[in-house]
């Protein structure tokens, strides 16, 4: 699994961790993002069961493994978190934040150490060594209960499924191109995401944060004024193609 | 121990003890038919309705014993489920450390997989200290059965004895509880013999830990 710095400054840093050369063909390619301040350190969406060896060697790489005090699940998917009952193994106290409407269910993947802390729908921030960290709301973006992640430090948006691209396993990490790039996402975003509205109420929300870097679970990374194309097609898209 | 086949074997126990319960069930009410039969047979029939209680008792006694070796295959089954967690967590370190050995903060993971081992080994012990007490109790149930055959051999030398009227029914009777122990006999010593298989895996693995 490959590593990428997207921001550092100071103690205060975001890595991707994807691509990974080793992944089982049929799973999907995902993106594990951590943000690091000072000796702390969250994980974004950390993944299925099938990539934890490699992301946990991955982490490793970076920092402590006790310097892992948070987990965040965007929402209650096995790529995104199925991985939960073996990080409930390797870390010794950890809290994750997650969806409340998604608590019953997420303890199904295990867990006995790590404490569920749930985020209401309207949103909550915390701190992470000192830095604010915004779990901003993308509920039906595309699950029910929907978070993403924004560090106005680094001027970062994690944005989970939302920008999601369909791409090679050995895909750039940053979108190169955007309008080779849109026929990657096109059918995730119309057959996977329900609503226009939750899309418009989306975009609305997060027009108004200063984004450098757009990060989604699959698929390239969008910087600069990529961000701004997206948000503008994403406007455009009709999606929940599959009841029209 | 890692197996998928302890989590069957754990649900095929339970299943096969089910269907004892159930024809255990069924014999409460051969018994208490063989109570009414006999009081309508009056005297030539009184040495039935004490045994009918034996029967209530062998019932009872099936079920309190189904029910409490149920709930610990139940929890046999939890245990090996908590093990088969960290034994895949275990796993996954070992092939992390093969890979990332020079990962620069590898170390700070050494307590983890300590801890994790530790768990392991203390939830294996666990598991074969439940296993046996599950086995012993299987096997006391198995051999309580066999009292069946004793209280149908005596219920045929009571209808030898009664009225003709009811000489036919009372054998029935005599019939239906030995053919219902020896089905949830049957039934028991499946059980048996799935735990036995499970005990042999078990020791087989624990041979390579």
């Known amino acids: 699994m490959q590593s990428k710095v997207l921001f550092s400054e100071g103690s205060h840093r975001w890595v991707v961790f994807g691509r990974d050369p080793e992944k089982p063909e049929k799973i999907i390619d995902t993106n594990q993002y951590m943000i690091v301040n000072r000796n702390e350190a969250i ?3 950390p993944g299925g069961i099938e990539l934890f060896s490699a992301m946990l060697g991955c982490v490793v790489k970076e920092v402590p493994i006790d310097q892992i005090k948070y987990l965040f699940a965007s929402h209650q998917d096995p790529d ?3 991985s939960l009952g073996l990080w409930d193994q390797a870390l010794e106290s950890a809290k994750l934040y997650s969806p409340w409407l998604w608590e019953s269910f997420i303890r199904h993947f295990g867990m006995d150490k790590i404490q569920f802390e749930p985020i209401p729908d309207e949103g909550l921030s915390i701190t992470l060594a000192g830095n604010e960290i915004q779990f901003i709301p993308a509920h039906y973006m595309h699950s029910s209960g929907n978070f993403s992640v924004y560090d106005p430090a680094a001027k970062i948006l994690m944005s989970g499924d939302i920008g999601a691209a369909l791409d090679k ?3 750039p990490m940053y979108v190169a191109n955007f309008d080779d790039h849109i026929a990657k996402m096109e059918f995730f975003h119309q057959r996977w995401m329900p609503s226009n509205k939750a899309k418009s109420r989306w975009i609305d929300r997060v027009s108004k944060l200063e984004i450098d870097l757009l990060c989604p679970q699959h698929g390239g990374i969008f910087k600069g004024d990529d961000v701004k194309r997206f948000l503008d097609w994403l406007d455009k898209l009709d999606v929940g193609s599959a009841i029209k | 121990m890692s197996d998928k086949k302890v989590f069957v074997t754990a649900a095929e126990v339970a299943a096969e003890l089910n269907k004892g319960m159930v024809i255990a069930k069924r014999l409460l009410l051969i018994a208490s038919n063989a109570r009414a039969l006999a009081l309508r047979a009056g005297e030539s029939a009184a040495g039935f309705r004490p045994i009918t209680d034996s029967i209530d008792d062998l019932v009872r ?5 189904s029910k409490v070796i149920n709930g610990k295959a139940q929890r046999l089954s939890r245990i090996a489920t908590a093990e088969n967690r960290s034994a895949l967590a275990l796993s996954k370190f070992n092939s992390m450390y093969q890979r990332d050995k020079d990962a620069k903060y590898i170390s700070s993971l050494d307590h983890v997989y300590e801890e994790t081992q530790k768990q392991h080994v203390a939830l294996m012990v666990e598991f074969r200290k439940e296993a046996k007490s599950l086995n012993d109790m299987l096997q006391d149930l198995y051999s309580e059965l066999r009292t069946a055959q004793i209280i149908s051999t005596m219920l045929s030398v009571e209808a030898s004895q009664a009225g003709e009227l009811y000489k036919n ?3 029935s009777i005599a019939t239906s509880v030995a053919e219902s122990a ?3 006999q049957s039934h028991v010593s499946q059980s048996l013999k799935l735990f ?7 020791y087989a693995i624990k041979s390579t830990v």
Do not use: G, H, P, R
């Open chain 2, 61 to 65: 006694t099936t079920l309190d014993s």
């Open chain 2, 182 to 184: 020896n089905a949830i």
């Open chain 2, 196 to 202: 036995s298989e499970l005990t042999k895996a078990v």
């Open chain 1, 169 to 171: 396993a050995d895909a």
């Open chain 2, 169 to 171: 029914q009372l054998n």
């Open chain 1, 80 to 82: 995104i978190i199925s």
């Open chain 1, 43 to 45: 994980l974004l969406d």
